[in-house]
């Protein structure tokens, strides 16, 4: 139920919508009390409130038509530039960072005001025309209130819209989503102790394969459901996907040991517990953000584009997650109950595997680059003087003789080769005074 929950969440903050139809209801709740208010309190009456009187109807109606007219034209404007903005940062950046600006709360909050005082304008007009042009004094002052804040929060949204196209401002945000689900996925610190997990030796061949019914990507596995699944039938159930990635109809999901005649629970209950959709989701996919920095640093080493710099600067945040995920300890992806007893082998998040997710694709297309090249390579000289694990150096030093190996035949300056060759031989002598310290 958990999951479920945390995915409505997700897909509640994705959504342009949310803030704008609470402040839209927000609206429609305060102008029905504000009016009820108006029929009960008479301000004129009370000392120093004179002033937020309205003596003429025709004036108080010719003021109501006037802000519903310039908020409503607002919002449109609001949304129109949000689209372009959308449209100009998807084709230079990527259609993924659509998500980070729909899911913005400045963005959603603007268009909201402006809707919200356009209808609050609405609903007093009518209540003076059902009320006989009754003037509702404190009702039109809140509009007068409203359209003076709208016109502040269209200056900062001019502002917050301009400052969060910036190249600097998108990587940073997605860099900080990046440590901070590090942080949710990874919350132990490294411990010296700490054991390197093993690949349990289940025996494919005696295994049963439950299939998917449905294709998409898994954004969810409720991973309780299948543990007291595994718990209760005495079985172990291993995970064939984790999120992210993308199912084929009919593809297999997981192998359940031992093999038995599944029951029809057993098949729903396992297949209920992958939770699909039509795009990724970042819930549970720590590579999710990662993806998002690599398609950003892609399209800055396309040819059409040609901006090494935007490609560095995404390189900086990759490499600021992974110096994180070098100092926490690394999740068990074997789940055994309190006797020992293995119920759940999921997909194993390591040190390797992100590395590569955040820099296979960039050293591949950066490969006849020499000053992205030879930035890389620093920034795998930074990350080797962090590594506390023999299997992350070993990772790095992988990755690095790859960098290099791939700038081969093609046809770089000698001078940019011996550049590159000296930033290689500074990663492993920092890997080897760092074996030798933590050794």
């Known amino acids: ?71 409503f034209a607002a919002a449109t404007l609001t949304f ?57 004094s404190i009702s039109i002052s809140l509009a007068l209130v409203f359209v003076l804040s709208d016109s502040i929060i269209f200056i900062g949204f001019i502002h917050h819209l301009t400052w969060s196209i910036r190249i600097e401002r998108i990587a940073f945000e997605i860099g900080q989503e990046f440590i901070e689900a590090i942080h949710r996925f990874l919350p132990q610190p490294y411990a010296e102790n700490e054991r390197p997990s093993r690949v349990p030796s289940l025996p494919k061949d005696t295994a049963t394969v439950i299939r998917s019914e449905a294709f998409g990507y898994v954004q969810a596995i409720n991973d309780s459901t299948l543990l007291a699944l595994a718990e209760n039938e005495e079985i172990t159930i291993e995970l064939l996907f984790k ?12 192998n359940i040991w031992p093999y038995v005649h599944l029951k029809d629970h057993i098949t729903s209950s396992v297949r209920a517990s992958f939770l699909l959709g039509k795009e990724p989701s970042g819930e549970q ?45 690394l999740p068990e992806f074997q789940i055994r109950n309190e006797t020992g007893r293995l119920l759940l082998v999921k ?73 590159i060759k000296q930033r290689l031989e500074r990663i492993q002598q920092i890997l080897k005074l760092s074996e030798k310290t933590t050794s």
């Open 347 to 419: 997909s194993q998040i390591s040190f390797q595997s992100l590395l590569e997710a955040c820099f296979i694709g960039i050293r591949q297309m950066c490969s006849n680059n020499p000053p992205v090249v030879i930035y890389l390579l620093e920034t795998f000289a930074q990350l080797a003087s962090l590594t506390q694990r023999k299997a992350d150096r070993e990772a790095l030093a992988r990755i690095a003789r790859l960098t290099f190996d791939s700038t081969r035949d093609q046809g770089l300056l000698d001078y940019d080769e011996q550049a």
């Open 243 to 254: 999120p992210g990635h993308y199912v084929l109809p009919g593809a297999p999901i997981a």
């Open 1 to 71: 139920m958990r999951t479920w929950l945390i995915h409505f969440w997700e897909y509640l903050r994705n959504s342009y919508w949310l803030i704008p139809v609470i402040m839209l209801v927000t609206a429609i709740a305060l102008s029905y009390g504000l009016l009820e208010a108006d029929t009960r309190i008479n301000l004129s009456r009370l000392d120093g409130f004179g002033w937020l009187v309205f003596t003429s109807s025709d004036g108080a109606l010719a003021v109501l038509s006037t802000i519903a007219a310039s908020t």
């Open 80 to 136: 129109s530039v949000t689209m372009v903005t959308l449209s100009l940062t998807s084709s230079q950046f990527g259609p993924r960072l659509l998500r980070n600006f729909l899911r913005d709360p400045v963005n959603q909050f603007v268009f909201g005001a402006f809707i919200a005082t356009f209808v609050y304008c609405l609903l007093i007009m009518r209540g003076m025309v059902v009320a006989d042009k009754q003037i509702p």
């Open 285 to 329: 996919d720590l590579e999710f953000t990662i993806r998002q920095l690599v398609q950003i640093a892609a399209r800055a080493l396309s040819p059409g584009i040609n901006d090494p710099f935007t490609a560095m600067t995404c390189i900086d945040y990759l490499a600021a997650g992974l110096a994180v995920i070098a100092t926490r300890q």
